[in-house]
């Protein structure tokens, strides 16, 4: 069964950090094109930050030097490491993969950022 679960989330204040991970199992190979995406209340998907099979890695504007993605290729686990968070990245983190058609989409899990 292809399975993606995210964890790591949590309520954190202002300028804090947090590390969300991401196992794939049931075929998916965090070795492909992966991406970790979020959705705000009232807002669509966005897609945050993306890493490639050769591990080149790109970030949206608003993370960009505030997030770093990774993979263990070894665990099949992406990682998401957020520093300085904002109450704007409140949201439910996702992976997934990108460029192809997306893969059923785990429960996410939830980041709250307080002011």
């Known amino acids: 069964q292809v399975q993606l679960v995210e964890s790591g989330g949590g309520l954190v204040q202002a300028g804090g950090s947090l590390r969300l991970a991401c196992a794939a199992s049931g075929g998916i190979s965090v070795r492909d094109n992966m991406a970790w995406y979020r959705q705000a209340p009232g807002k669509q998907r966005e897609l945050v930050a993306r890493i490639t099979s050769d591990r080149s890695t790109d970030y949206a504007g608003s993370v960009k030097g505030r997030f770093t993605i990774s993979r263990d290729n070894a665990k099949n686990t992406v990682f998401l490491q957020m520093n300085i968070l904002k109450p704007e990245d409140t949201a439910i983190y996702y992976c997934?993969?990108?460029?192809?058609?997306?893969?059923?989409w785990g429960q996410g899990t939830q980041v709250t950022v307080s002011s």
């Open positions: 997934n993969v990108y460029g192809r058609f997306p893969y059923s």
